[in-house]
């Protein structure tokens, strides 16, 4: 007889929990699949002590191959689910796509970043959701506190070391509480203008910090936040965003180059697509977890509105405890539809508290609704994460004893870059990079309010997530830009570049981005933002921005001025089917072999800037912006771009 077969989408509390818990009480009797887009489990509760430098980030990573025995990996995110055939369909991390058969389905997608029509928050704005985006922000804010301890202008200093949080419940609150600490101890290393220091701001519309806790919770967290130098402002938020800063409810213009977008999470979209009855974007199950009428079909976590027995009429709220406990019950009540266990349960849980970490000793904590501040609180809190990660709590640990005895490393590591992290995505736990597969039109289409609606699938797409010819962007195949079209003349973009010339280390030009930037663009006019923009790069609103290739104020062709040659063109890199660089046929004259006198320099040696053909104009204003330049070298041109 053949094994049942059980496949489990998402790999956070809930699929995580589920995965073990029937890899437990199935011991090999059915075929289990958990679907996923990364080969870890994150424990995000510790995400902001990432992003402020206490923990390395495999610390709050667990090996889902390492610690799930007898329970199938595969790495892809879901696309389509056919309920009548029983299929589901996903897209692998290459682009690959696949097909996966099932008895039993769990869907415990998750949740992502839940957004508000806020004129420029999807374009100027980064969430907190993933691995990448705590990596991008501790590297963000670094390299922010070291550009203005070099700057000597009082009102740039002042904007790069604003760091605006929206959104003051968990996440929020220990955003800016970490942060400020981080900030701090940069600042004795690299000191700031005279009477100048790191400015924290948290925002909410809330009329209180941690509105979801105890009220006596709330005001030690806001006391602590306080004292150490946060700008709590209740009852306010973002108006809207702009590429010099944030305007507030209340009126004011916050200058600031960092906008980190904590307002709280939505369900995965991936379960709107099914077309069953739906409660504020949760799939309605019952209280054993199922999905009415679909006796295959369970759902638990962020993605399942499952009913509160304890409080009836109200369904559980999106948190990790629920999440982790939702997963065992889930799997319990699967295995019992096939036989392999025992009576179904219904989920039934009373909160037993919750706790904040604050930094250092500080934390609020409500163990078995006992409150408790200060040092008692922050041990409970870190008795309480070690006890519930399911791995890494010997590295964690030591980790804190080191970050108690000795100085963080701030140090900028350049991994994750700006566009890497878009705040409109539908997978905030992968980073996106240049020459990735093409993210489905479903995907994108399913992206929610904001931005990259049909930017990944769309030539001249207006998403914040990518633009076509952008770094970060994923053409269509067979679009302009794609590795179908990649070596024609004319087709390939600037930041697209073919394998061979990322090899040869040759530079090349990177088109401005519209968030807070990784690096400040150089070159001639163009090359370097204006003054005030977000993080250092030119807006999208510029001319250039949205400008068809070829156009005036459009990034360039590869046989355009400014941009990387077509191969076989003049001035432009030999073809490939020509031996040793000889010209290619019916071009005149051809290009020199490499490292001949007049050719083309050897692999990561400086050559001269690639000169227009006699037809085109001469690069101007609107020419697109040149290459990259590393922030974390010392130049001058540093002081203009912000």
Not at 346 to 365: C, Q
Not at 436 to 448: D, F, I, K, L, Q
Request: glycine share 14%; with cysteine; net charge neutral.
């Amino acid at each position: 007889m053949s094994r049942p077969r059980i496949v489990i989408v998402g790999a956070g509390f809930a699929g995580y929990r589920t995965a073990r818990t029937l890899s437990r009480i199935t011991r090999g009797r059915a075929h289990i699949t958990l679907l996923n887009p990364t080969d870890y489990f994150l424990y995000l509760p510790l995400l902001p002590q990432v992003a402020a430098g206490v923990l390395e980030p495999r610390r709050v990573t667990v090996s889902l191959s390492d610690t799930l025995p007898n329970v199938r990996l595969v790495l892809g995110e879901a696309d389509r689910i056919d309920l009548d055939g029983r299929t589901l369909h996903y897209t692998g991390p290459e682009g690959d796509g696949g097909t996966l058969a099932y008895d039993r389905l769990v869907l415990a997608a998750g949740s992502v970043n839940k957004l508000l029509p806020i004129p420029g928050v999807a374009e100027y704005a980064h969430g907190f959701r993933g691995l990448p985006e705590a990596l991008y922000l501790r590297d963000h804010v670094t390299r922010q506190v070291e550009l203005a301890a070099a700057d000597d202008d009082p009102k740039s200093c002042a904007a790069r070391c604003t760091f605006v949080v929206v959104g003051a419940g968990y996440t929020g609150t220990e955003v800016a509480a970490h942060g400020q600490m981080f900030t701090d101890a940069q600042v004795r290393k690299h000191p700031l203008r005279q009477g100048m220091r790191p400015r924290w701001m948290l925002l909410d519309v809330a009329p209180r910090v941690l509105p979801e806790m105890d009220e006596k919770l709330s005001a030690t967290a806001d006391r602590v936040l306080r004292q150490r130098g946060v700008d709590v402002r209740m009852g306010t938020s973002v108006k809207e965003a702009t590429p010099d800063g944030i305007v507030l409810t209340d009126g004011e213009f916050v200058e600031t180059r960092t906008l980190v977008w904590c307002v709280g999470v939505r369900p995965d979209p991936l379960v709107e697509s099914l077309g069953l009855p739906m409660e504020k974007g949760r799939l309605l199950v019952d209280p054993h977890l199922q999905v009415p009428g679909r006796a295959e079909l369970f759902a638990c976590g962020d993605v399942a509105a499952v009913p509160d027995l304890e409080k009836p009429g109200s369904y559980t709220p999106m948190t990790a405890q629920h999440a982790w406990r939702h997963g065992k019950v889930a799997a319990e009540n699967v295995a019992a539809s096939l036989g392999l266990g025992g009576a179904r349960k219904p989920y039934r849980h009373r909160d037993l508290g919750f706790v904040v970490d604050l930094g250092g000793a500080k934390a609020a904590a409500n163990p078995l609704g006992v409150p408790l501040s200060g040092v008692p609180a922050g041990a409970v809190t870190r008795g309480y994460h070690l006890a519930a990660m399911p791995g890494n709590r010997v590295r964690v640990a030591a980790d804190w004893l080191l970050d108690a005895v000795l100085p963080r490393q701030a140090v900028q590591l350049g991994l994750v870059r700006s566009w890497s992290v878009p705040l409109d995505t539908s997978s905030p736990e992968l980073a996106r990079v240049p020459g990735g597969p093409e993210r489905r039109h479903e995907a994108s289409a399913r992206s929610g309010p904001g931005a990259a609606i049909e930017a990944d699938t769309h030539v001249g797409g207006t998403g914040a997530g990518s633009l076509q010819g952008r770094a970060g962007g994923e053409p269509a195949k067979g679009q302009p830009g794609s590795r179908a079209t990649q070596d024609q003349p004319g087709s390939g973009t600037a930041q697209r570049r073919s394998e061979d010339e990322l090899a040869k280390g040759r530079p090349s030009g990177e088109p401005a981005r519209n968030w807070p930037t990784d690096e400040p663009a150089k070159g001639p006019v163009g090359g370097g933002s204006a003054k005030g923009h977000l993080g250092g790069e030119s807006a999208r609103s510029q001319a250039r921005a949205e400008a068809p290739q070829g156009q005036p104020g459009a990034e360039p062709a590869r046989n355009q001025p400014g941009g990387a040659f077509a191969k076989g063109q003049l001035g432009a890199e030999p073809a490939r089917n020509q031996p040793g660089g000889e010209p290619a046929k019916g071009q005149p004259g051809g290009e020199p072999a490499r490292n001949q006198p007049g050719g083309e320099p050897a692999r990561n040696q400086p050559g001269p800037a690639p000169q227009p053909p006699a037809d085109q104009p001469p690069p101007g204003p609107d020419t697109a912006p040149g290459p990259v330049k590393r922030s974390d070298a010392p130049d001058d041109s540093a002081k203009g771009d912000s």
